[in-house]
């Protein structure tokens, strides 16, 4: 039900940081231990089940990761994967229906006015005002009849009743992710609510929806000082790839997203070679699999949906994007980075964990201990997606009375250090520590755990590069850090977007009363 | 504990079939023959709990499944109990406590040492304690252990630290208008409690850049000899864990308790407030009352009204607000009950600027109908399984089962609070619903906050007949200096 929140912190284990002499527990071990209580399976149809059983207490966590997001919608219709994801939660043929046959007549009536509306809507020259208000009333009508035959929020009644906690779920530019936790007695229960919604979304209350969408991205986005000034960074860094374009969608078009174009995304994506199901809990695989298999068997088969062919040529020329206005100000730089695929990924995470990890990280004891310029100061990479070349991104907060113009020197000279000389050894030791350390302590969640799983099965097609990546974390050098560092922070490989604070501008403050006299106290 | 569905089960356990077609569907309600096996057997892992002599309580969690040893000191008096003319002094003290380091080793040091171990040792201020807590991995358990005891007792406050923690508040002040949805939460808060009240009076440039280093130094020495509560959770030796903590804290002189509070809490005015912000295009509507203290006997009713308002996706707030008008996508809320003093009663919805009024309306419609729309059993039915067929969540890790007794040890309630709760959630009929909405829900009482862009919201907020619209003003007081000049 949310886009993903603009993170100024890295998402999941992806980031998370490493090691350790001090560490019992070998990685061979963790491994072997998982290797024991994590089954996978692939269906037919090309779905993978994933169960890590974990029996601490009687419940499970789930996450069914659908390797399609934003960055997949089409020309003109951005938006559309998240506007799908709040669909799913929206029931189907048996689920949140008086009456499905006669509902799917009034559907399918809503979708014919939607259009018809529409279309006089886009024209370019004679848009006939009158009809346009006829066809808007249609429009209106046909919803209300169909809105009768809903049950509404059956599907998450449902879930919650049984005792779902946390129930939601996030769409990214590169993925959807569906989960809840719940007592372990409702797994059968909630494989046919999941596996339902993947297979039969019936596309409900889908304008009424677009609208919560439409205040998903008031909220986020226009009505947020950071969020506009994302919006505008990632924008400006791309010119060709998806990366570029806004991912909760553009208003003018999220706002004429339609149920049909919903359901088409669904329908190439939605296929069992695109989808991951990971449950970790009190659930015995010998037991639920066979279950599991009945119900997720039922998604269609359907080819992988072909991949993405835009690649985002090699930026040659710095870029900046100012905004002056009344809020406190704020900088922020990213430079293009390969995907995570890259052998040098683990080098772009040691250098984010030098420059921001803690209070011993480079920025905050240069720009916030010593300099005392920023509050807060940090480098961290992906973003704004991992699948595709990503940026890697600073960032710093100055304090009252300072400029992000002395944010961007700072920073630069930080960088400019990584580049001239070797880190520390304690440096990259700390990077390799904590890494191991964090990993280990994300093992105890199950629904985090749930969602690295599904995420590494995807990713790289084994659950196991979760533990395996230690050894690339381990194998980065001084010389690797240098090189990279070289290699990605030049000028001509930047974007930076800062905002300058404007004074403010005599508005009508007391407008929103009708003239009324407010008095300030 | 679901009965309904267990009973229909019984004899449908192996007969379900999909039906792939949408025939009779509607009436299959396949859901409902969908077996509930019973659930596995489960006992919450308690904490040991130790009382020693001088009042301080330790609490051992033992947990082997991953190599880690956290702990925690949790100490009575926070920011409500600070002087008003040096509002933020807890926060500041919660920063440079751990930023300052002790006599043996600077904070910078500790820094160093601890993150070469992905170890750490923090510390915070909050409302009404502030805390020192830690974590390392099991082998580094006793090196780490001995910081934090020598930051416990033997802190050294000093100027520098300070000053930057002055400077990161006086940041966060500079900033606090900035963001439309933290406006309308501490402004509504005001108007509950009062600008001035303990909870919700804000730091501002001129009381931070009051507070010193003996300040800091004065309230440490104030609060160290509270009744302090240590916790411990990890892969560690019971006996050996115990003699440590008992080595550390025993030779210490009889806990002082903190001294009552008498807050006095009036509620709001009732009317109809505005905060003008240019820069959005949806308003934050905040609908606000005094709420309850976790003490009074009805909340397990009115923790069940809540969830029939605003609880979850089949709430009266959610189903109206969101799903039938698409008013808005945040929307939800409620009465709430805090361990020692009133909450508040708070709902809350954001909508795009043109629709301010129709949703305002929406949602005091949905308050006001706590009273005049009768709860059905159905609702009270759907309530109760939503509560408690999730409330095993409250304890099924180790972690929130100790986080849980340390609260209640806290704020001085039994240590089975949960059991009882739960069981008196069980027995709320329709009848206590009916009575606690006619107790506590009155509309006339409510306040009602919208922050947004002025001219945009057409109809203007008069529509909503809710008296003269008050402007608040938020402007951040600047003092003459910046703060970082005035101190020591």
């Avoid at chain 1, 994967?81 to 809503?110: N, P, R, W």
């Avoid at chain 2, 008096?77 to 926060?91: M, P, T, Y």
């Avoid at chain 2, 959610?318 to 009133?342: I, N």
């Amino acid at each position: 039900m949310q886009k993903k929140v603009s993170p100024w912190f890295w998402k999941g284990f992806l980031a998370l940081t490493l090691m350790a002499m001090a560490v019992v527990v070998t990685q061979a071990q963790d491994l072997k231990s998982f290797e024991q209580r994590i089954t996978t399976k692939v269906l037919p149809n090309g779905l993978t089940l994933l169960i890590c059983e974990r029996p601490e207490a009687p419940v499970f966590s789930y996450t069914t990761f659908v390797d399609a997001g934003d960055v997949n919608d089409p020309s003109g219709e951005s938006g559309l994967a998240h506007m799908f994801e709040h669909l799913a939660f929206k029931g189907t043929s048996e689920i949140g229906t008086k009456d499905y046959a006669d509902e799917k007549v009034a559907l399918d009536k809503v979708e014919a006015a939607n259009n018809a509306y529409e279309a006089e809507y886009l024209k370019a020259v004679g848009r006939d005002e009158k009809k346009l208000a006829v066809l808007e009333q249609n429009f209106k009508e046909a919803q209300a009849e169909a809105h009768k035959y809903v049950v509404p929020n059956q599907f998450t009644d449902v879930a919650e009743r049984n005792g779902a906690e946390g129930v939601n779920a996030e769409t990214g530019l590169d993925d959807t992710r569906y989960f809840w936790s719940m007592p372990e007695n409702r797994l059968e229960l909630w494989a046919w609510l999941e596996s339902s919604r993947l297979v039969d979304t019936v596309p409900r209350e889908f304008y009424k929806e677009r609208n919560v969408v439409i205040e998903e991205r008031r909220m986020r986005t226009d009505s947020s000082p950071i969020g506009r000034l994302l919006e505008q960074f990632v924008a400006t860094a791309y010119v060709a790839h998806n990366y570029g374009r806004s991912s909760i969608g553009w208003p003018s078009e999220v706002s004429q997203i339609t149920a049909t174009e919903a359901m088409d995304f669904h329908k190439k994506y939605y296929v069992g070679a695109n989808i991951v199901v990971a449950v970790v809990g009190d659930v015995k695989a010998a037991d639920a699999m066979p279950m599991l298999e009945k119900y997720f068997g039922r998604v269609p088969a359907g080819p992988k949906p072909e991949e993405m062919t835009t690649v985002e040529p090699k930026q040659f020329a710095e870029k900046t994007v100012t905004i002056r206005e009344q809020t406190q100000p704020l900088y922020v730089e990213g430079y293009h980075r390969p995907d995570y695929r890259d052998p040098d990924d683990a080098v772009y995470d040691a250098i984010a964990d030098i420059m921001s990890n803690g209070r011993v990280s480079r920025l905050y004891r240069s720009l916030v201990r010593d300099q005392q310029i920023a509050a807060e100061s940090a480098g961290f990479s992906p973003y704004p997606g991992d699948k595709y070349p990503g940026l890697f991104v600073f960032y710093a907060y100055p304090l009252p009375e300072h400029t992000p113009a002395e944010m961007r020197d700072a920073i630069h000279k930080e960088i400019e250090k990584l580049k001239a000389a070797d880190v520390t050894d304690e440096e990259l030791q700390m990077y390799k520590t904590r890494t191991r350390a964090d990993l280990l302590r994300g093992l105890a969640d199950n629904q985090g755990l749930a969602n690295s799983l599904a995420e590494y099965q995807t990713r790289y097609g084994d659950w196991r590069e979760l533990f395996l990546q230690l050894d690339k974390v381990d194998k980065v050098t001084k010389a690797d850090i240098r090189r990279v560092a070289n290699q990605v922070f030049v000028p001509s490989n930047r974007t930076s977007a800062w905002i300058e604070t404007a004074a403010p501008t005599a508005t009508a403050g007391q407008a929103a009363t009708a003239g009324k006299d407010g008095g300030a106290q | 504990m679901k009965r309904i569905i267990q009973t229909s089960l019984v004899f449908a356990a192996c007969a379900f079939v999909f039906s792939s077609g949408a025939i009779h569907a509607q009436q299959a309600k396949p859901w409902e023959k969908i077996p509930i096996p019973k659930l596995h057997e489960f006992k919450p892992h308690q904490p040991r709990r130790i009382e020693l002599k001088n009042g301080i309580v330790l609490f051992l969690q033992e947990d082997h499944e991953l190599p880690f040893v956290s702990g925690s000191v949790l100490i009575p008096g926070g920011a409500r109990d600070e002087d008003a003319a040096k509002a933020g002094l807890v926060g500041l003290y919660g920063q440079a406590w751990r930023t300052s380091g002790t006599a043996k080793m600077s904070g910078d040091a500790m820094d160093d040492l601890l993150e070469a171990k992905a170890a750490h040792v923090e510390t915070e201020g909050d409302e009404d304690s502030t805390s020192l807590s830690w974590d390392s991995l099991k082998g580094d358990t006793d090196q780490v252990f001995g910081l934090a005891m020598d930051l416990l007792f033997h802190p050294q406050f000093s100027a520098e630290k300070l000053q930057l923690a002055q400077q990161q508040v006086a940041t966060g002040i500079v900033r606090r208008n900035d963001d439309e949805g933290e406006i309308a939460e501490r402004e509504s808060a005001k108007l509950v409690y009062g600008a001035n009240s303990p909870y919700t009076r804000q730091p501002e440039l001129a009381t931070i850049g009051a507070v010193t280093v003996d300040d800091l130094k004065a309230w440490h020495d104030r609060t160290i000899g509270g009744k302090l509560i240590v916790s411990i959770a990890g892969d560690f030796n019971p006996a050996a864990m115990e003699a440590k903590l008992r080595t550390a804290f025993e030779g210490l002189p009889p806990a002082k308790p903190m001294p009552p509070r008498h807050d006095s809490f009036a509620g709001p005015k009732p009317g109809l407030s505005f905060i003008d912000k240019e820069d959005v295009n949806q308003s934050d509507i905040e609908i606000v009352g005094l709420g309850t203290d976790r003490h009074n006997p009805d909340v397990p009713a009115i923790a069940i009204m809540n969830e029939i308002l605003g609880g979850g996706f089949a709430s009266r707030l959610f189903q109206k607000v969101r799903t039938e008008l698409g008013l808005a996508y945040s929307v939800g809320g409620g009465m709430s009950f805090a361990y020692d003093h009133p909450a508040t009663f708070h709902v809350a919805a954001l909508t795009k600027s043109a629709t301010t009024v129709d949703a305002t309306k929406a949602a005091l419609a949905e308050i006001a109908g706590l009273n005049t729309q009768p709860f059905t059993d159905e609702e009270l039915a759907r309530a109760k399984e939503n509560i408690l067929n999730s409330f095993l969540f409250r304890y099924d890790t180790r972690d929130k089962v100790l986080a849980e007794r340390v609260r209640l040890e806290f704020y001085g309630y039994p240590a089975n609070y949960l059991e009882t709760y739960k069981a008196a959630l069980e027995k709320v009929s329709v009848a206590d619903l009916n009575r606690v909405a006619k107790k506590y829900i009155h509309p006339d009482k409510l306040a009602v906050l919208v922050v947004g862009n002025g001219p945009e919201i057409k109809p203007g907020l008069d529509e909503l007949k809710l008296g003269p619209v008050q402007s608040i003003d938020i402007t951040i007081p600047m003092p003459k200096q910046p703060p970082a000049e005035q101190k020591q």
